[in-house]
């Protein structure tokens, strides 16, 4: 990703490609910061911008789409989970835990996704609170799954919701990836170091443009 400013010295561009980059990693998402320090200054005359290691790093940039996480089934799924109060860790204390970049507690742990289509058996309160064997789908990806965030009660309501109702990022279904927001640090590392310059130009994604550069 470069911004081109057809007027901006070569040794002008090289600086701000360091600014740009600069601004970028600061904005960044990180757990490990790997990929916040794959990202690394590109320049030449007439234009600045930046490369980055890891494939994900332009995923967060850019967003993803929901989707079903249908390639689960039937797999055990690692997964680190926040935990601010330590509750998860008191409940499974040889747990491995880490702390990010940013400062989060979380907690390893493990969940099987079942077969597609998959059911079990499970033991409810039935009628006179008589305790009951009932068959209900198993967790596998698109059964029906618990709500567990709803949008709270007046007055802590989020603007623009209704409280009772299913919070967003959570649809009741089971192994359902609820998309992810872009961020567009890149973007705004190349706006920000343009306007620490003084430049003036436009943010380009391709690099048709450049025919030196080795893609």
């Known amino acids: ?11 002008q561009c090289y600086e701000a490609a360091r600014l740009a980059v600069a601004h970028a990693q600061a904005l960044c998402p990180k757990l490990t ?43 055990t799924i690692p997964m680190w989970i926040d935990d601010p109060t330590g509750s998860v860790l008191r409940d499974n204390p040889k747990a491995e835990t880490r702390t ?6 979380q907690v390893l742990i493990f969940r099987r996704a079942a077969p597609i289509g998959s059911r079990k058996m499970v033991t409810r309160k039935g009628a006179g609170g008589k305790m ?4 209900v789908p198993a ?17 802590s309501t989020t603007p623009g919701r209704l409280g009772g109702r299913i919070a967003r990022g959570n649809i009741g279904i089971r192994w359902y990836f609820p998309g992810l927001s872009p961020r567009n640090f890149l973007e705004e590392g190349l706006n920000r ?23």
């Open 1 to 11: 990703m470069v911004y081109v400013a057809p007027d901006l010295p070569i040794d």
């Open 33 to 75: 910061g790997t990929g916040a320090s794959g990202i690394k200054p590109l320049f030449g005359e007439g234009y600045f911008g930046m490369t980055w290691e890891q494939p994900y790093i332009w995923i967060q940039n850019t967003g993803a789409k929901p989707f079903l996480m249908r390639s689960l089934a039937g797999r």
């Open 100 to 105: 990010t970049a940013s400062g989060r507690t």
């Open 132 to 135: 009951i064997k009932v068959e």
């Open 139 to 155: 967790s596998y990806p698109g059964a029906a799954g618990r709500i567990s965030n709803r949008e709270a009660a007046m007055p």
């Open 193 to 215: 170091a343009a306007t620490d310059m003084g430049t003036w130009g436009h943010i380009s994604t391709g690099y048709d443009f450049l025919p030196d550069i080795d893609t």
